[in-house]
C-alpha cells in the first residue's frame, strides 16, 4: 500500500503541515485545503521522501476543470 505525505510551508519556508493519506486523490484535497489555509507550497511525496508531485504541479493538479462528456450538446 502507497502513502502519500503531503508537505506545506507558508510565505517564510516554516513547515506547516506534514499529513499522512493513503491515496492520491486524498492527498490532493489535503494539499488543496492547505492551499486554501494559506500555505504558500505544497508538495507530495511517498512514504520513502521521493518527491512525487512538486509544488508547480500540486497546484496544476488542483487548478484541472472537469471536461464535459464528448456527447454533450449546447
Request: glycine share 6%; net charge negative.
Amino acid at each position: 500500500m502507497s502513502i502519500y505525505c503531503v508537505h506545506a510551508t507558508n510565505s517564510v519556508g516554516r513547515v506547516v503541515l506534514k499529513a499522512s493519506r493513503a491515496t492520491m486523490d486524498e492527498a490532493l484535497m489535503e494539499a488543496g485545503s492547505a492551499l486554501s489555509n494559506g500555505s504558500t507550497f505544497v508538495w507530495i511525496v511517498d512514504g520513502d521522501g521521493n518527491l512525487i508531485l512538486p509544488a508547480d504541479q500540486v497546484q496544476a493538479r488542483l487548478n484541472q476543470t472537469p471536461t464535459a462528456p464528448r456527447d454533450f450538446a449546447n
